[in-house]
């Protein structure tokens, strides 16, 4: 394509190219990949006119991503639930009117209203600063709301289950789920299928999940759980997989979770109490979760993780960051 050149400042021949972009938030550096042109006589590179993505917002989204942050949209979405707008929000937590604006509109919160805003998970929170502040809303309004919250805190707390499907299991299929939507019942069943006959250390299920997902994607081009896989340290492991495991043990009874001592090292080591629902799975995933059991039942812990940090999904991603199935044609088992 010919365009102007900001850096000739004339009409060059521009070629579309992509690449890598770091930036560095709060000591920790972001790469996120971008799209550039590249002038031809030149050779330097510029962001498009026309783009409509913004390179620091999609950093900002994978560093709140990385630390567990409350996304722009989730921040709205929990104003929205409280049916208050951004002026009456602010003023309730005592915010500066443009604060919250940025907040929903892609600028990065500081740890502080992180926080804050985190404790409006909690009804009983939202009660206690209404107390503290009545007039911060119109007394109709806050009859309401006061009402609705109420009712919240009869009907009780989330369960871990919920708070997964409703905060980090809401996503589309695509290739960080191997084109699955997430299918709890499914993960916590292979969960249960892994743990059952005997302990397994915590570090050695995250793997076996691991491998038995993206083998599966690899012959078929589709997960068995549609579970997203993050760099860890100590290998590739579900996203957020605490949350799963406190549901399969607080919520569902299902697990057993005890932490014991390996050569004056302690680790979690799981059992199940109960069994998987086999009937879920096709055929295809039966074979790979019995295959990926069997292959691996002699493999230590640390001898598993060892071997999946020489994948190269785990070589080319950084702590945090999601683990794309693309990387399953280069799996090593």
Same mark, same amino acid.
């Given at each position: 394509?010919?365009?102007?050149?900001?850096? !000739?400042?004339?009409?060059?021949?521009?070629?579309?190219?992509?690449?890598?972009?770091?930036?560095?938030?709060? &000591?920790?550096?972001?790469?996120?990949?971008?799209?550039?042109?590249? !002038?031809?006589? !030149?050779?330097? $590179?510029? /962001?498009?006119?026309?783009?409509?993505?913004?390179?620091?917002?999609?950093?900002?989204?994978?560093?709140?991503?990385?630390?567990?942050?409350?996304?722009?949209?989730?921040?709205?979405?929990?104003? %929205?639930?409280?049916?208050? $707008?951004?002026?009456?929000?602010?003023?309730?937590?005592?915010?500066?009117?443009?604060?919250?604006?940025?907040?929903?509109?892609?600028?990065?919160?500081?740890?502080?209203?992180?926080?804050?805003?985190?404790?409006?998970?909690?009804?009983?929170?939202?009660?206690?600063?209404? &107390?503290? %502040?009545?007039?911060?809303?119109?007394?109709?309004?806050?009859?309401?709301?006061?009402?609705?919250?109420?009712?919240?805190?009869?009907?009780?707390?989330?369960?871990?289950?919920?708070?997964?499907?409703?905060?980090?299991?809401?996503?589309?299929?695509?290739?960080?789920?191997?084109?699955?939507?997430?299918?709890? %019942?499914?993960?916590?069943?292979?969960?249960?299928?892994?743990?059952?006959?005997?302990?397994?250390?915590? $570090?050695?299920?995250?793997?076996?999940?691991?491998?038995?997902?993206?083998?599966?994607?690899?012959?078929?081009?589709?997960?068995?759980?549609?579970?997203?896989?993050?760099?860890?340290?100590? &290998?590739?492991?579900? /996203?957020?997989?605490?949350?799963?495991?406190?549901?399969?043990?607080?919520?569902?009874?299902?697990?057993?979770?005890?932490?014991?001592?390996?050569?004056?090292?302690?680790?979690?080591?799981?059992?199940?109490?109960?069994?998987?629902?086999?009937?879920?799975?096709?055929?295809?995933?039966?074979?790979?979760?019995?295959?990926?059991? /069997?292959?691996?039942?002699?493999?230590?812990?640390?001898?598993?993780?060892?071997?999946?940090?020489?994948?190269?999904?785990?070589?080319? $991603?950084?702590?945090?960051?999601?683990?794309?199935?693309?990387?399953?044609?280069?799996?090593?088992?």
């Amino acid at each position: 394509m010919r365009a102007f050149c900001p850096h !000739c400042e004339v009409d060059r021949e521009l070629e579309l190219v992509s690449t890598q972009r770091t930036y560095e938030i709060r &000591g920790d550096e972001i790469s996120i990949p971008v799209e550039e042109l590249r !002038c031809s006589e !030149c050779e330097k $590179t510029f /962001d498009p006119p026309d783009s409509s993505v913004d390179p620091l917002e999609v950093a900002y989204r994978e560093y709140r991503r990385r630390h567990q942050m409350l996304q722009p949209q989730e921040i709205k979405a929990l104003r %929205n639930n409280l049916g208050l $707008t951004q002026q009456e929000l602010a003023n309730l937590l005592g915010w500066g009117g443009a604060t919250l604006s940025r907040y929903e509109n892609g600028a990065l919160q500081d740890e502080a209203h992180e926080t804050t805003l985190r404790l409006l998970h909690d009804p009983k929170n939202v009660l206690k600063l209404i &107390g503290s %502040n009545p007039e911060s809303v119109a007394s109709d309004k806050l009859s309401r709301i006061v009402s609705a919250l109420n009712e919240l805190i009869e009907e009780g707390e989330l369960s871990f289950r919920q708070i997964y499907e409703e905060r980090f299991g809401r996503y589309s299929a695509d290739i960080y789920s191997g084109y699955r939507r997430l299918d709890l %019942n499914k993960l916590f069943s292979s969960i249960l299928f892994f743990c059952s006959n005997s302990e397994i250390v915590k $570090t050695k299920l995250n793997k076996l999940l691991f491998f038995s997902d993206f083998k599966h994607f690899k012959e078929y081009s589709v997960s068995i759980t549609g579970a997203r896989y993050a760099h860890l340290p100590f &290998g590739p492991a579900p /996203d957020r997989y605490s949350f799963y495991l406190a549901a399969l043990y607080e919520d569902e009874a299902a697990l057993s979770i005890e932490e014991k001592y390996f050569n004056d090292v302690s680790g979690e080591v799981l059992r199940a109490l109960k069994p998987p629902d086999l009937s879920l799975f096709r055929a295809s995933e039966l074979e790979m979760l019995s295959g990926i059991k /069997d292959a691996f039942k002699q493999h230590s812990a640390r001898a598993l993780s060892e071997l999946s940090h020489q994948e190269k999904g785990y070589l080319e $991603t950084s702590d945090g960051e999601l683990i794309s199935y693309k990387y399953a044609d280069d799996l090593k088992i």
